[in-house]
């Protein structure tokens, strides 16, 4: 088991920004690549952004690929989601995600493990 941990979010105006961090315990040995996703009530949970824990191989949603970045930090098992120039519409509940297996592309169907989830809100 991988247990995640999402911290970092809240409010903040249009064109600010935020550092969403994600911790990784447990079995972690076991998680080849960790990911962002995102969901608005009504809608289905989108990826936002991704990366491979042993290679340089990151995927970034094209509609925040200017203003996010994704990074890791293998010492402590942890991946953040820096967060630039936000819109209302980057409004949702973030997810971090941990996956076992490099297949399946940055679908939520892929990913074995989940954090609670965090709220990100942005004001007009």
């Known amino acids: 088991q991988v247990q995640l941990v999402e911290s970092g979010g809240g409010s903040v105006q249009a064109g600010g920004s935020l550092r969403l961090s994600c911790e990784a315990s447990?079995?972690?040995?076991?998680?080849?690549?960790m990911a962002w996703f995102r969901q608005v009530s009504g809608a289905e949970r989108e990826g936002v952004a991704g990366i491979y824990l042993r290679e340089p191989t990151v995927f970034t949603r094209d509609s925040v690929k200017d203003r996010f970045t994704i990074s890791q930090d293998n010492a402590k098992n942890a991946v953040y989601l820096q967060m630039n120039s936000l819109k209302p519409e980057d409004t949702a509940i973030y997810y971090c995600a941990a996956g076992t297996s490099p297949r399946g592309g940055w679908y939520p169907r892929a990913f074995a493990y989940w954090g609670q989830g965090i709220q990100v809100t942005v004001s007009s």
């Open positions: 447990g079995y972690t040995s076991s998680v080849v690549r």
